[in-house]
C-alpha cells in the first residue's frame, strides 16, 4: 500500500511538541500530560485519567464516562480536542492483590490509557518516534501546562523493562506533580523512550502536610517511568496492537481482495478518478496521499479497502451518487473478516451522541444490549466490563436480526441499529430524535428499508413501555432477633398490587437455616409465577440493629440434601431500615426526590476512617443530587455513616460488613449500574460461593424504594400486624 501512507514518526526540533495536556473536568487545571500514540491516538496514565474525571487515583474499574478535554500546543497556537478512553490498563499492585494504594505502594503495573482524539481529517497532531529506555540514558521531561521553563533532566539509574528510575540534576526544575502521563525524551535518538508515572516526595510532617527539614539521607529528585517497552507489551495484550502499526496489511488469505480488485478496476477504470477518490477516502483516515499525479492500482486500492475496518463504508460515502456500485460494495464487504460497516464519520458522530446521555443512562447499556438482543449469539466481549469502544465494536460483528418484508424479501437489520433503537427510548425528546436521525441515516446509506428499522423502533417503543410497568415480583421480610441465634420472621410478597401477608405462626421463631427454608419455599412459588422469568427481590426489613445480620447467606438444603440453596447468591437480597427514616421524616421529601433521579443523580464514596457523622451530613446536603452511596471504611465509623445516610434518605447504601478499609467487594461493585445493582450484588455473592479468594468480603446492599410501598411495622411487636 505504497500509495496510501500513514504520517511518519516525528523527530521534531522541538520535542516540547509532544506534550499534550490534559484537564481536569472540575476547574479545568491541569491533571497530568499526554503523547501522542498513533493519528488521532493519545496515550497517558490511567491515574492521570482518573484526576481529571474527579474519580480516586487508582481507581481500577473502566470510566462509565471517559472524555476528557485535552490541548495539544503547536509553536505558535494551542487547539483542544475532547479525549475519549479506548483502551484501559488499570493500576496493578505488582503482587496482583487488589488495588494500588495510594499510601502504601510505591511501585505498580499497567497505569496506562489510549484516548481518541475527535482531530478533524485537516489537521494532524506530531506522532514522535520511540526506542526502548535503557540505563545510562540523559533524558528531559516536562509538566502538563507545557511551560518553557518547566523542564526537568533526569538520567535513567534502573530500567529493568518493567520500571525505570530516573534521577534528577541537583540544578533546576525537578519532576513533580502534574508530570505524570508526560513523555521522556531521548534527545541522543531524538525519540520517546517512555512516560512519567511518580516521583518520590521528601518526607512531611502527617498533620501539616509541609516537608521536614531536609537531611541528606533523604532521597532528592527521583522518580520513576514506565519504559516504552512495557508500554508496547501491556498495550499489545489489551488489544491495542493496531496503533503501533498504523497502516494495515491486507490479510494473504482475505477472500474479499480479489472480488474489490475487480470491482474498483470495473468502477474506477481512470487513474484520475481512481486518485481522486483515493485521496477523499484516505482523508477521513487521517492517510496521506500523494500529490505527484499517480494514482493507487485497483489492488493498492482493494487491499486498503480490507486492511482499514471503515475504509468500505468510507468508499460508499465518497460514491453515494451511484447506488448500484454502493450495493455491490456492500455486498463484498461482509466477506472480509476487518469489515465494518460503519464509516469513521458515522462512528465519531455515534460517539458524540452517546457522550451527549446522562451518565447513568450510559450505565444501563449492557442491560440495553442485552434487551436488544435477546436472540442473538452470545457477544464475545462481557458488556458489563468493557467501554462503550469494544462493546460497539462487538455489536458490528453481529449481523443482527432478519425479518421477511411485504414484497418477500428478507430484510436483515444490523444488531448495532437495533440497539441504538433501543437507547433512544431512554433518552430525552431531543436525544431520541438524534440518536433516530443517525439511525436513519446509516440505514440508508446501506439501503435498509425505512419500515424495517420502523419495526425495531416500535420493537424498542414496547420493551420500554414493558419496563415502566414496574420491577420483578417483591418477597419481603420483617426480621427481629428473638434470643440468641433465633430469630422472628413475618413474610409478605408483592407481584406489583402491593405486599400481602403470606400466614404465618406469629409466635414461632427460626434458626438461620430454618429461616432460608421458609423464604426459599415462597421464592420459588413466586419464581414459577413470573411469566417473564424474574428472579423476585428480596427486601429484607430491619431495625438499626440488623442492617448487618447476615441474612443473605443464610443457607437451606433441598428435601434431597443434594442442593443448597445460599439466600443471596439464588436471589437479589437488600436490606431496608424504615425506622431510620419514620424517625427523620423531615428527609421524606429528599428521599422520594433522589429515587426520581435514579438514573441520572451521582455517586459518592465515604473511604476517609477519620470522617464524623457530621461532615457526612454536611455533604449529603450539599449533593442533594447523591443517589448512592459508597462506604469503605472500619466496622464502628461505617455503621454511623450507613445510618445517617439511610436517615437522611439516600435510597442505595452500599458497605461490606466483614471489611476494616479497602474492601475488594465495593470497588467491584462500585462499577456496577445503580438499577442493576440488585442483581449485580447477588451475582458477586455467587462468585463468593465458588471462589472466596478471588471475590472476597461480605456485601450489603441497603435498597429503599420510594414507588414501592413496604407493610406498616410495629417494630417493637413483630407478631403483630397493622
Same mark, same amino acid.
Not at 228 to 233: F, G
Not at 262 to 283: F, H
Not at 629 to 637: A, E, G, T
Given at each position: 500500500m505504497d500509495w496510501f501512507t500513514a504520517p511518519g514518526l516525528s523527530d521534531s526540533a522541538d520535542p516540547q511538541r509532544f506534550v499534550v495536556s490534559l484537564l481536569r473536568a472540575d476547574d479545568g487545571r491541569t491533571a497530568g500530560a499526554g503523547v501522542m500514540l498513533a493519528a488521532g491516538h493519545l496515550l497517558t496514565c490511567a491515574h492521570v485519567v482518573n484526576d481529571a474525571l474527579g474519580r480516586d487515583m487508582f481507581a481500577a474499574g473502566l470510566p462509565a464516562r471517559g472524555t476528557v478535554m485535552v490541548v495539544v500546543h503547536g509553536a505558535n497556537s494551542t487547539r483542544r480536542y475532547a479525549g475519549r478512553v479506548t483502551h484501559w490498563v488499570a493500576p496493578r499492585r505488582l503482587d496482583g492483590q487488589g488495588p494500588v494504594r495510594e499510601d502504601r505502594d510505591q511501585e505498580w503495573l499497567g497505569d496506562l490509557a489510549v484516548l481518541r482524539l475527535e482531530v478533524p481529517g485537516s489537521e494532524q497532531v506530531a506522532v514522535p518516534r520511540r526506542r526502548p529506555m535503557a540505563e545510562g540514558q540523559s533524558l528531559r521531561a516536562w509538566h502538563a501546562t507545557n511551560l518553557r521553563s518547566s523542564f526537568a533532566d533526569v538520567r535513567v539509574k534502573t530500567c529493568d523493562d518493567v520500571i525505570g528510575y530516573v534521577d534528577g540534576e541537583p540544578m533546576g526544575m525537578p519532576i513533580g506533580p502534574a508530570y505524570s502521563g508526560g513523555p521522556v525524551w531521548w534527545g541522543a535518538e531524538r525519540a520517546v523512550v517512555g512516560i512519567v508515572a511518580a516521583h518520590i516526595m521528601p518526607p512531611a510532617d502527617p498533620a501539616t502536610g509541609r516537608p521536614y527539614a531536609f537531611s541528606s539521607q533523604d532521597i532528592a529528585r527521583r522518580?520513576?517511568?514506565?519504559?516504552?517497552?512495557?508500554?508496547?507489551?501491556?498495550?499489545?495484550?489489551?488489544?491495542?496492537?493496531?496503533?503501533?502499526?498504523?497502516?494495515?496489511?491486507?490479510? !494473504?488469505?482475505?477472500?474479499?481482495?480479489?472480488?474489490?480488485?475487480?470491482?474498483? $478496476?470495473?468502477?474506477?477504470? +481512470?487513474?484520475?478518478?481512481?486518485?481522486?477518490?483515493?485521496?477523499? /477516502?484516505?482523508?477521513?483516515?487521517?492517510?496521506?496521499?500523494?500529490?505527484?499525479?499517480?494514482?493507487?492500482?485497483?489492488?493498492?486500492?482493494?487491499?486498503?479497502? /480490507?486492511?482499514?475496518?471503515?475504509?468500505?463504508?468510507?468508499?460508499?460515502?465518497?460514491?453515494?451518487?451511484?447506488?448500484?456500485?454502493?450495493?455491490?460494495?456492500?455486498?463484498?464487504?461482509?466477506?472480509?473478516?476487518?469489515?465494518?460497516?460503519?464509516?469513521?464519520?458515522?462512528?465519531?458522530?455515534?460517539h458524540t451522541l452517546l457522550d451527549a446521555l446522562p451518565e447513568q443512562l450510559l450505565d444501563r447499556l449492557p442491560e440495553t444490549v442485552r434487551a436488544a438482543l435477546p436472540l442473538a449469539a452470545p457477544l464475545p466481549v462481557d458488556t458489563g466490563s468493557v467501554g462503550v469502544d469494544a462493546l460497539l465494536d462487538a455489536l458490528e460483528c453481529l449481523q443482527g436480526d432478519s425479518r421477511t418484508s411485504a414484497d418477500g424479501q428478507d430484510v436483515r437489520v444490523p444488531a448495532l441499529l437495533r440497539v441504538v433503537e433501543y437507547v433512544a427510548v431512554l433518552g430525552s425528546p431531543a436525544q431520541r430524535a438524534e440518536l433516530r436521525l443517525w439511525n436513519d441515516g446509516v440505514a440508508a446509506r446501506l439501503?435498509?428499508?425505512?419500515?424495517?428499522?420502523?419495526?425495531?423502533?416500535?420493537?424498542?417503543?414496547?420493551?420500554? #413501555?414493558?419496563?415502566?410497568? &414496574? &420491577?420483578?415480583?417483591?418477597?419481603?421480610?420483617?426480621?427481629?432477633?428473638? !434470643?440468641?441465634?433465633?430469630?422472628?420472621?413475618?413474610?409478605?410478597?408483592?407481584?406489583?398490587?402491593?405486599?400481602?401477608? *403470606?400466614?404465618?405462626?406469629?409466635?414461632?421463631?427460626? +434458626?438461620?437455616?430454618?429461616?432460608?427454608?421458609?423464604?426459599?419455599?415462597?421464592?420459588?412459588?413466586?419464581?414459577?409465577?413470573?411469566?417473564?422469568?424474574?428472579?423476585?427481590?428480596?427486601?429484607?426489613?430491619?431495625?438499626?440493629?440488623?442492617?448487618?445480620?447476615?441474612?443473605?447467606?443464610?443457607?437451606?438444603?433441598?428435601?434431597?440434601?443434594?442442593?443448597?440453596?445460599?439466600?443471596?447468591?439464588?436471589?437479589? *437480597?437488600? *436490606?431496608?431500615?424504615?425506622?431510620?427514616?419514620?424517625?427523620?421524616?423531615?428527609?421524606?421529601? !429528599?428521599?422520594?426526590?433522589?429515587?426520581?433521579?435514579?438514573?441520572?443523580?451521582?455517586?459518592?464514596?465515604?473511604?476517609?476512617?477519620?470522617?464524623?457523622?457530621? $461532615?457526612?451530613?454536611?455533604?449529603?446536603?450539599?449533593?442533594?443530587? #447523591?443517589?448512592?452511596?459508597?462506604?469503605?471504611?472500619?466496622?464502628?465509623?461505617?455503621?454511623?455513616?450507613?445510618?445517617?445516610?439511610?436517615?437522611?434518605? /439516600?435510597?442505595? *447504601?452500599?458497605?461490606?460488613?466483614?471489611? +476494616?478499609?479497602?474492601?475488594?467487594?465495593?470497588e467491584h461493585i462500585s462499577r456496577v449500574a445503580t438499577r442493576r445493582l440488585p442483581e449485580g450484588v447477588r451475582s458477586y455473592r455467587a462468585k463468593s460461593v465458588h471462589g472466596p479468594e478471588q471475590f472476597p468480603g461480605r456485601p450489603v446492599l441497603a435498597w429503599a424504594d420510594a414507588d414501592r410501598t413496604v407493610p406498616q411495622l410495629q417494630l417493637s411487636e413483630p407478631q403483630e400486624t397493622r
Open positions: 522518580s520513576w517511568c514506565i519504559p516504552w517497552q512495557r508500554v508496547e507489551d501491556e498495550l499489545r495484550a489489551a488489544g491495542a496492537g493496531h496503533l503501533f502499526d498504523p497502516v494495515q496489511a491486507a490479510p !494473504d488469505d482475505d477472500p474479499a481482495v480479489e472480488l474489490l480488485t475487480d470491482l474498483i $478496476e470495473a468502477a474506477l477504470p +481512470s487513474p484520475v478518478l481512481r486518485a481522486d477518490t483515493g485521496r477523499a /477516502v484516505a482523508e477521513r483516515f487521517g492517510l496521506s496521499a500523494p500529490q505527484d499525479g499517480s494514482a493507487p492500482t485497483p489492488g493498492e486500492f482493494a487491499r486498503l479497502l /480490507v486492511g482499514e475496518p471503515r475504509a468500505i463504508a468510507a468508499l460508499t460515502e465518497v460514491l453515494r451518487q451511484d447506488p448500484g456500485l454502493v450495493a455491490h460494495l456492500l455486498t463484498v464487504g461482509p466477506l472480509s473478516p476487518t469489515y465494518r460497516f460503519l464509516s469513521p464519520r458515522e462512528y465519531r458522530k455515534l439501503g435498509i428499508p425505512r419500515s424495517a428499522l420502523g419495526e425495531r423502533r416500535s420493537d424498542a417503543g414496547d420493551w420500554a #413501555a414493558a419496563a415502566s410497568t &414496574g &420491577g420483578p415480583a417483591r418477597l419481603l421480610a420483617h426480621v427481629v432477633r428473638a !434470643d440468641g441465634d433465633r430469630f422472628r420472621l413475618r413474610v409478605w410478597c408483592d407481584e406489583g398490587a402491593g405486599p400481602r401477608q *403470606v400466614p404465618s405462626d406469629g409466635s414461632a421463631t427460626y +434458626s438461620g437455616t430454618e429461616a432460608a427454608g421458609e423464604l426459599l419455599r415462597v421464592l420459588e412459588s413466586l419464581y414459577r409465577n413470573d411469566h417473564e422469568g424474574r428472579r423476585p427481590l428480596v427486601e429484607v426489613l430491619v431495625d438499626r440493629a440488623g442492617l448487618n445480620l447476615p441474612i443473605d447467606e443464610w443457607e437451606s438444603f433441598g428435601p434431597d440434601g443434594v442442593v443448597p440453596g445460599v439466600l443471596g447468591a439464588e436471589y437479589p *437480597v437488600v *436490606v431496608n431500615c424504615p425506622e431510620l427514616l419514620r424517625r427523620n421524616e423531615r428527609f421524606l421529601p !429528599d428521599w422520594r426526590r433522589r429515587w426520581r433521579q435514579l438514573d441520572t443523580g451521582t455517586s459518592l464514596r465515604f473511604d476517609d476512617a477519620a470522617a464524623q457523622p457530621r $461532615e457526612v451530613y454536611g455533604t449529603l446536603l450539599d449533593r442533594l443530587d #447523591a443517589v448512592r452511596v459508597s462506604v469503605d471504611v472500619p466496622p464502628r465509623p461505617r455503621d454511623e455513616i450507613v445510618q445517617v445516610c439511610l436517615a437522611m434518605g /439516600v435510597p442505595v *447504601v452500599v458497605w461490606d460488613r466483614s471489611g +476494616s478499609g479497602g474492601s475488594a467487594a465495593v
